[in-house]
Structure formats: structure tokens, C-alpha cells
């Protein structure tokens, strides 16, 4: 089994930063695609920004270039760093990986997911 535990959410005001965290544990051989996705209430869930194993990145347009996805294969680490905070950017944020595992299995896992709140 897998485990992703998210943190470093919370409040901040508008036009403030936060710094996502996401780390796995367990059966892991390898992360292959990272990424973090949101929801809102009464929203779907929608993909903010994603990383590959070899560092391409995806960003939704709503966040280029105001968030940067990074992670630490050495450590099963993924991060979101957010700038530039808007009001329309609150909601759950989740973690989301595919992991290779030791049984030779694909896996996709989420995290527990961390709240994000822009206000002033």
C-alpha cells in the first residue's frame, strides 16, 4: 500500500504565497506522473499542475505562471509553490501520483487533500 500526506496549507491573504508539500510512502519503486489538483465547493475537481519522473511540467492556464510543481524522486516528494494568491484560487487542494510498485503494478493514489484559503 501507498500513503501521501499533504501539508502546508492554510489562510493567506490575496496576492500571498504558500508551499504545498506531498510525501509518499510505502510501496514504492518509482513516482511516475505527479501531480496536485483543486476543488472548490460546488466545482469539479480540475488538475492545477502536473510533473513527469524526468521534470516536464503541465500547468492549468488559470495558474501559469503563478505556481511552480517540483518534486524529489530521491525522497518520493512532490511540491506545489503558489504565489501571487487570488481568492478564486481556495479550495481543497489534492496530491495525486502514479507509482510503480514492487509487484510490478501502475497504481494512481490521492492524497487526504489540504485546504487552501485566499482571503483577506
Known amino acids: 500500500q501507498v500513503q501521501l500526506v499533504e501539508s502546508g496549507g492554510g489562510l493567506v491573504q490575496p496576492g500571498g504565497s504558500l508551499r504545498l508539500s506531498c510525501a509518499a510512502s510505502?510501496?514504492?519503486?518509482?513516482?511516475?506522473?505527479a501531480g496536485w489538483y483543486r476543488q472548490a465547493p460546488g466545482k469539479q475537481r480540475e488538475l492545477v499542475a502536473s510533473i513527469t519522473r524526468g521534470g516536464s511540467t503541465n500547468y492549468a492556464d488559470s495558474v501559469k505562471g503563478r505556481f511552480t510543481v517540483s518534486r524529489d524522486n530521491a525522497k518520493n516528494m512532490v511540491f506545489l509553490q503558489m504565489n501571487s494568491l487570488r481568492p478564486e484560487d481556495t479550495a481543497v487542494y489534492y496530491c495525486?501520483?502514479?507509482?510503480?510498485?514492487?509487484?510490478?503494478?501502475?497504481?494512481?493514489?490521492w492524497g487526504q487533500g489540504t485546504q487552501v484559503t485566499v482571503s483577506s
Open positions: 510505502g510501496n514504492i519503486v518509482s513516482i511516475n506522473i
Open positions: 495525486n501520483v502514479d507509482v510503480w510498485r514492487s509487484d510490478f503494478r501502475l497504481t494512481n493514489y
